[in-house]
């Protein structure tokens, strides 16, 4: 009984502890809106304090050096890091990682979020070692980078090497214009995921690779003692930055700058009929507001994704709370069916639309400002804007489209992917073999090599049908084994809103009048989109580029006619009218005037 | 809230149908047009009076279906081709209405006997079919004024969305007020079972 | 099955070598044919690691890939690093392990062992494989056998006195490169001729010494029962006498075991040269330098063999280059640095081509210079012959493969204590040629015990 006691009122005095969990300096602000600073000792992965001088160095660790002050476990819930999490509502679409491979002709959208259109990474094959490797570097940390649950027993050596990419704290709040994003990429993609934060900062330098070291790697060795040129990851210390107290002063933000999301959230359009420059013009950035002036997140790091319910939506800011500033938009002669039906972006973000899509190139997909960009014009992967398209309020918005590419087996009617690394292995080989053009666009491909790739994958997989698929397109063997095209909706291509950059009203569409869009040749509803077309010898189809907004073409079409006599109805109406007007006006005042005079004999 | 009132005017159609349903009927509808015409006075004015009423008559209905129809069974206004439509029939309604209102105005104005009834009051009005046809002629007439001027400004750049959408909601409802009206009008025809008696300076 | 056989067999049916080569099973030429063993079945092994440093976690590396083995314990006396992290290791791979700082420990509560892989300091070689042979076990002992030619006597006597099998961990002997080379190019087909001269050499880059947590160092008085003043002994044990030999006995016991092997002899004597010329000598008291000459009296005849392990350059890396009238066979046990070379005097190798003992060479001799007056060529590099055979498999899991099999009575050892012993001979005395700086002279009863 005592016991008993005992124990209940232990657990009583742990939770009545828990619930008295004093926050940490960091959490509450207390008002003062001048940015502290940060004048700290940088502690390891063991808590061990850092001096330069010593050896081996080790990366400084975010959860140790950052964690006694910031609440690492509520952060690394944030909305930047919990891809992974399945418990987490995915929301709206946004923008996927896209696996690409020139030679196994393979271009897939990828998220661990489950958005519709994506794959997830562990459906391909895709473990979180290669996913992180290849995409942590667009990746602030945490998540994948850090889920154990994530990684798989076969490459349990492989992270003990490379080790866990901590939320990187840094990727946001160092303010240091110094702060190299271009470093964490090359890291990540050496899997030096332990040192990847430390050597984007201005603080340290990391050479070596983890990803040449072998399984039992420890991080005490030094080189590897026989592979001289396998240099194992190695930091040095910037001495100069660190007291004699071994405490550094480290250049921090709340205000995080935009360069820091630029680098992950950029994006260029390019378009076969004109090239166009970055648009740098976003009018809310022009007007001085920073990105997270309207992407905003406490200590949760729940970053406001823009969305219509949001605080800083557009509609919030605009139409209701005036939020730094906003003006209320009066929207002349725009009939509020438009507000209705069409969501904010469509009129005021991105490119104005063209006759064709625009290639968009995009931070995470073709790793812009880094030594890996993807340059040319049609560089893969291939990724189109504007797509306009009706979101999930309805509404039409525009969009960034991928189709995916892929090798897949027809199972019951419908497709299951093969394994990526199985198509690198088979059919890679194949098709490098006959690449020697320098392009950032597929290879050049006929029939005859599409046929032998198929062939050699129907063997690996006998009695089922492989089938590739790019863009509307399946490409399979029929009985004879002669290559087939038909045309199909499966897999659909994946679509995520664009919202930036925003244009002022001068500038969006409208601006000139209802024909910007209501017209029989304007973009808006005549567009085209380029279907993903692999065989050089077949030009790239063009499809309507209203396929996914649910419209009726041909009503579209005859009420886009109706401006053309516009003008001439509008003169005829007014005319008629001004006539209805003159009668009415005519007999009212005969009235008033029978009125007046009956008046004028009672009088009398 | 317009789908009610649609609702509201459609009930009122099938009330005033039911009960006017012994006197009401297609054919009588023809005979009673065909009786009117014959005491209209001839000319190329009746022509015109004849022509016109019918393509507004016409096309009123189907301005009205258009625009009601889809408030009523989707709730949401029209689009797509029925908005379409009623974008492209509206103009020629306007250019029927108006030499409809050419042709009739001069045999609508009040005389002195309509203002020697006025005096007398409602009761008298309502039983002087003449009168009252150039009362529903009138309130027809100023009601459609506001209506079709309403949407004759949403076509130019001079108000904002919302001032757009105020326009609309005139033009909604004050169209709803003439539908009812001329369906009123319409019914009491048959309930009087009375010739239209023209009655002009 | 005598090689004879296997010979025939191959000659016949080339395909099927080069599918076998290429699947990484060179292991058909081993002495009796292996069959893999199935896990959960009776034929599972329990087994203890005893040190899981580096060389223990390579050990454990490979062996997690070999079906059947059940991992039972862990010992290391570096409890806060080397064992936590080999038991959370072990434990995600689902074996159901215990860590235990001490050996007579382990051995006092785990009663269901089957071996014992012993990767502790050389020092430390002797009381382990000791206690365990005693204990019931089997041992696999990571090579050098010791420090100490007693304590490498001792292996081998306790290894009559309890007749378990004890294999010592130089993998050269299994990996199937080697005894491909060995059984089939130099013993069958004789492709080099009379082997006449062997060069060979371990070239290291300058390395730091190997640091430690100090958040997770040994207590002072746990390193010191177990042999060592302080932490970087206990790190950098090699470099110590008393503890380890040096990089002659670290690099080079692999290599010269591979002399005694293909020469299928011993040395007669040792000349060596060394000295530690680069490092701290307080911290480094063996030799950073090597150079060894050694004689052999072979069945061909005499062989004169040099061998050096630098740890100051690591230029040309590892490798052994056997070279006889009729050719070179340059083997490393990383596969980029093999090949053959043919002497210009021998007869073609088109022969051992089609027989499917050589690959054909990839590059030719390119022709002269066409209106060229005078015929004049630069000295061009021999065409390089490749095996046949590749190995993909980590370095150490053929060899822990035929152990365990062993155990299993399917194979024999290709290292035995006695193979070992003579090794471990050879190694040591250089040590003792470089201390003295003269020529140091084997006695063939040196080698047997």
Redesign the interface.
Known sequence: MKFFLLLLTGVYLLQAADSLQVPLLGDQPDGNRATPIHHIKLLDQDSSVIYPDEHPLLPFSTQKTCGPCHNYAVISRGWHFNAADSAVDAGRQGPPFIWLNRHALIQIPLSYRSWPGVFNPQDLGITALHFTSRFGGYMPGGGVAADTSLQTLKNYWRWQVSGQAEVNCFACHDASPLYDAAEYVDQMKRQNFRWAATASTDLARVEGSARNMPDNFDLYWGVAPDEPRKQPPTVTYDARRFDKKGQVDLVLTRKIPNDRCYFCHSQKFENNQRQTEALYDDVHLKAGLHCVECHQNKLDHQIDRGLAENENSCENCHLNSGRFGAPKPQHKGLPPVHLEKVACTTCHSGPQPLNTSYLAHTSLAHELGTKYAHREATALPHIQAPVFARNAQGKIAPNYMAWPVLWAIVRNDSLSPIPLEQVDEVISPLIARGDSLPTEDWPLLNDSLLTTSLDTLAQIFPQQQVVLVAGTNRFFLNSQKQLTVQQTDVPEPYLWPLAHDVRPAAQALGANGCTDCHSLSAPFFNSKIRNETILSDVQASLLPGNRFMKINQATANLFSSTFLFRPLLKIVVVLFYLLLLAVFVLYFFKGINYLINQLNQQQD | MFRISVLIVLLVTIVLYWKNRKQHSLNQLKNQLLQNLKADRPGFLKQLRMFSFAWSALLFVLLGLSGFLPELLTGH?M???I??LH??LA?FF??A??FW??AS?KRQ??IEKD?QIFKQGWTTIRSHQPTMDKLFFWSF??L??IG??AI?L?????????G??NL?GIHRYVMLLLFLIAVVFYFRYFSLNQKIKIEEK | MSFKENTDNSLNRRQFLKKSAAAGAGLIFAPMVMTRARANDSNDLNVVLIGAGAEGSVLMNSMLKIPGIRFKAVVDIWEKYNLRRAVRLLKKYRHDVRGYIDYREMLAKEKDLDAAIVATPDFWHAPHAVACMEAGLHVYCEKEMSNTLEGARKIVEAQRRTGKLVQIGHQRRSNPRYRFSFFKLIKEAQLLGRITTVNGQWNRSVQPDLAWPEKYAIPEHILRQYGFENMHQFRNWRWYKGLGGGPIVDLGSHQLDIYNWFLESVPKSVMANGGTDYYDPSTHEWYDTVLATFVYQTKYGTVRAFYQTITTNSNLGYFEAFMGDQGTLQISESGGRAGLYREQMAPPWDRFVELGYLKPPKEEAPKPAAGALLDVRETLAPPRYELPVVMRDPYHKPHLENFFNAIRGKEKLNCPVEVGYETAVTVLKVNEAVASGRKIYYRPDEFKI
């Open positions: 206004h689009s797509g081709f908005l379409v974008v492209l103009p306007l250019i209405f108006t209102i050419f105005v104005a009040f203002w007439f100023l459609s004024l079709i001027g004759i949403s076509l130019f750049p001079l108000f904002s969305s919302s757009i959408g609309i």
